[in-house]
């Protein structure tokens, strides 16, 4: 159904009516104060929507969606056959030897802390226990 404008020539009236485009031919409205024979003005329009799927901008729009995910796929399935590493997981040679000096220390410190607690102590009565 569409909104349609007619004037009265006669009295310069102004009425909207709603009917579909089928009836548009059919469709005879009389000016309510001369109850003469309005004819349909030709007005702009609300313009047009474009909603739901099947547009051409949508369509190209998640074809590269799926085609960047495609990509992705193919790299991770090969990175995992290979076994290599991504570059932004490994950790280079020269930091490796500090890193590694300061995880040990931080174990360290946490058996300390662990022995002075008393709760080294306890941990490894309760296996010996669990052993027998």
């Not at 009836?23 to 024979?37: G, I, L, R, S, Y």
């Amino acid at each position: 159904m569409a909104t349609y404008v007619y004037k009265c020539w006669d009295c310069n009236i102004e009425e909207e009516y709603v009917h579909s485009m089928a009836d548009m031919e059919t469709a005879v409205h009389n000016c309510p104060k001369c109850d003469t024979p309005m004819k349909r003005k030709i007005t702009g329009g609300a313009g047009i929507i474009f909603k739901g799927d099947g547009w051409p901008s949508k369509q190209i729009k998640q074809q590269d969606q799926d085609q960047h995910i495609l990509k992705a796929r193919r790299k991770a399935k090969h990175l995992k056959e290979s076994g290599a590493v991504p570059w932004d997981e490994q950790i280079k040679q020269k930091d490796a030897g500090p890193l590694h000096d300061k995880l040990e220390s931080d174990m360290r410190k946490r058996e300390q802390e662990k022995l002075q607690s008393g709760a080294l102590a306890q941990s490894m009565d309760a296996s010996v226990k669990e052993e027998k």
